[in-house]
């Protein structure tokens, strides 16, 4: 009879840890799609689409909502967003619909850059965490 107590509580013990070893997140992670789309000269829209068949909500801790970096052909940083906005400190979320995007429109033509090869970068930022990544080289002329 102990021995079955023992038993039971060690499956009870593994099924708990089993259940908090799962996460949405991780799981929907690569069914959720970044995208930089070219609107015109100097102008991108950054796009992130759920394509999972449920809905993702994204917690932020600021009203940022995504950030954007430009780096020169040697890889170097040379221009972040965020440095150059304020963001209000309150809790927020975004919630993502099965196959809905959320939009984001980025607009370089204030940015004063030498002419040369770069690459966009944007991300988002729920919770301070990087997360849907996504790059697009451009020249400027």
Known sequence: MKH???TLMFMLLVGLLIGCGTSDDGDNADRVVPSLV???DKTYDYKVKNQTDQTITLEFNSSQRFDYAIFNDEDE???????????SQVI????LEAGEELVYRIDLSEIDLDPGEYVLEAWMVPNG??????SENFIIE
């Open 38 to 40: 070219e609107v015109d």
């Open 4 to 6: 079955l107590i023992k």
């Open 92 to 95: 927020g979320e975004e919630e």
């Open 129 to 134: 965490e990087e997360k849907y990544k996504v």
């Open 77 to 87: 940083q040379v221009y972040l967003h965020s440095d150059e906005m304020m963001y």
